[in-house]
């Protein structure tokens, strides 16, 4: 547990962090791909205890621009856990959304505060890889290996070749985060990847310029005089610099006096620096399987999303979190290898939620039948904006039909809340991050699994029971001694008889009324993938 944190009853959390390489020794886990989701993927290995050896087939770093800038505070605080604080520390925090239409504004909207990270921060992907760069380079457990292009992966049973040309590397386990273009990678795993690829492209400029009073919002401007028929997405960024997205027509190339006429339409007669610009188009496809036996494919390589809401980047580094957590416990002997089955059927659906979500916002923002332009434009002209979709901001999938999940009839999924707000605490949910006075509560649920219990539950029984039934990484406390005012149960609506097990990604396994040791202990087999009669 880390130093600070308040003294509590909690059971032995071995081999977990701080486990010194040993020399010759093989990887226990091959990462393809050293994008910011293979990064974390490794670096959330390495904090289990986990060897790692990154693969990537370029030859260096590349130098790129802003691409995924919107980093939710989810994803933050799993950055925190695997090192990498500076992405909260260093980004732009913005607050606010606003939808034009036409010049007119339609309605904003803004975060709910909750905990000491920032709801959302603003940085260029290049940043962000650079600090992931800085917290690899002084993890011992993991090794980075650039110019090794994947050709092949072949697996038997007892681990994973792959295959660099005439270079073969060995490993019990893969996780794939080769990008979108990982065609090869994923053909070899045997593993589809369909869907569609959008028609209209979008022009991207970063630029440095002063714009009082843009500094800490995102603006979203329907159909403006400066881009008819199409939209323009701006975002802030740290050191005043902004992100500019248009929308431009499927054939148009841009030349740099497109790219300057368009900046002026938005700054005006302000002096500005063009710092990067790029085209793309969208696509939407999902792999078939994100589970491929030995191997568990993650971010771009296993699905692609339309970049409104920012589901892309921030999908990806929580898949890397759920193989981590999952390769760990098996590799460790603390769960069967079923467990790794759970990767795909939790994060698969995640994807096709981001998919069912995105693919909304694509038929709002570039309507293709006569049906779907006449109610965009009923609703932007009318300012109906329950019917205006800009995009939904990403947030965490909630893990309420997982085989992991302990329901209770008792606390219900509240179903998806309104923009920028949190979920009510159920079974499958992410735990919500409250501020404690040494720290936050998510920062004592990455050590393994975490009973939290109310003043009527016997701690000591707890744990003595607990400790004969499990061998997985576990810290039982009271809310009380978790928070020295007493108001943490509060906060959660947590009550005085029950027990909440949390998962080593902070989601709630459980929340179990008039709860025993004995109810727990199934609750936690459960959420390990097993499903054992208990025999106190």
């Given amino acids: 547990m880390n130093a600070g944190r308040p003294a509590g009853r909690s059971l032995p959390l071995s081999g977990v962090c701080g486990v010194s390489p040993q020399v010759g020794v093989s990887p226990q886990v091959i990462v393809i791909g050293a994008g910011p989701v293979g990064l974390s993927a490794a670096l959330l290995l390495a904090r289990w205890g986990v060897r790692v050896l990154v693969l990537d087939q370029r030859a260096e770093r590349g130098r790129g621009g802003s691409k995924s800038i919107c980093q939710q505070r989810d994803v933050l605080d799993i950055w925190c856990a695997a090192g990498a604080c500076q992405v909260a520390e260093e980004g732009l925090a913005w607050t606010t959304a606003r939808t034009y239409y036409r010049g007119r504004e339609l309605f904003s909207w803004s975060f709910e505060c909750e905990g000491p990270l920032p709801a959302c921060v603003n940085i260029s992907q290049t940043r962000t890889e650079q600090i992931l760069d800085a917290a690899v380079a002084v993890q011992p457990l993991i090794e980075v290996r650039w110019n090794h292009e994947v050709t092949d992966i072949t697996q038997d049973a007892r681990g994973v070749t792959v295959h660099c ?148 980047l921030n999908s990806g580094v929580p898949d890397a979190e759920n193989a981590a957590w999952k390769l760990a416990f098996v590799l460790n002997g603390w769960a069967g290898e079923e467990l790794l089955e759970t990767y795909h059927t939790e994060r698969h659906a995640a994807a096709l939620e981001n998919l069912e979500v995105t693919a909304a916002t694509m038929r709002f923002i570039a309507p293709r039948t006569v049906e779907e332009r006449m109610r965009r434009r009923a609703a932007l002209e009318g300012g109906l904006a329950a019917e205006i979709d800009s995009g939904r901001f990403a947030e965490p999938y909630w893990y309420v039909d997982s085989p992991l999940t302990t329901p209770e009839p008792a606390r219900p999924f509240s179903g998806r809340p309104p923009k920028g707000s949190r979920c009510v605490p159920a079974p499958g949910v992410i735990l919500p991050d409250v501020p404690l006075p040494e720290g936050r509560l998510r920062e004592f649920c990455r050590d393994g699994f975490l009973v939290l219990l109310g003043e009527m539950c016997d701690s000591r029984l707890f744990v003595q029971v607990l400790g004969k039934v499990n061998k997985a990484p576990l810290a039982v406390r009271g809310f009380a001694e978790m928070d020295g005012t007493g108001s943490l149960a509060g906060k959660l609506g947590a009550r005085p008889d029950e027990a909440w097990l949390i998962r080593p990604d902070s989601h709630i396994a459980a929340i179990i009324p008039h709860a025993g040791p004995e109810s727990v202990a199934v609750a936690l087999s459960r959420a390990l993938g097993d499903f054992p009669t208990f025999d106190p």
Wanted: glycine share 10%.
């Fill in 165 to 312: 040309g005439g270079r073969l590397l060995r490993a019990p386990y893969a996780v794939a985060c080769a990008g979108a273009r990982a065609q090869r990678v994923r053909e070899a795993l045997g593993v589809t990847f369909d869907g569609e690829t959008y028609d209209d492209q979008f022009l991207i400029c970063d630029i440095r310029a002063d714009l009082p009073g843009w500094e800490n919002e995102r603006r979203f401007y329907f159909d403006p005089v400066w881009n008819p028929g199409r939209q323009v997405l701006i975002h802030p960024c740290p050191g005043g610099t902004y992100r500019i997205d248009w929308q431009i027509a499927p054939d148009f190339i841009p030349t740099d006096a497109d790219r300057a006429r368009n900046i002026r339409k938005v700054v005006g007669d302000r002096p500005y620096e063009v710092l990067w610009h790029s085209t793309y188009r969208f696509h939407s496809r999902l792999a078939s399987r994100m589970r491929a036996g030995r191997v568990l494919l993650a971010g771009d390589c296993a699905h692609l999303v339309a970049p409104f809401g920012a589901r892309g």
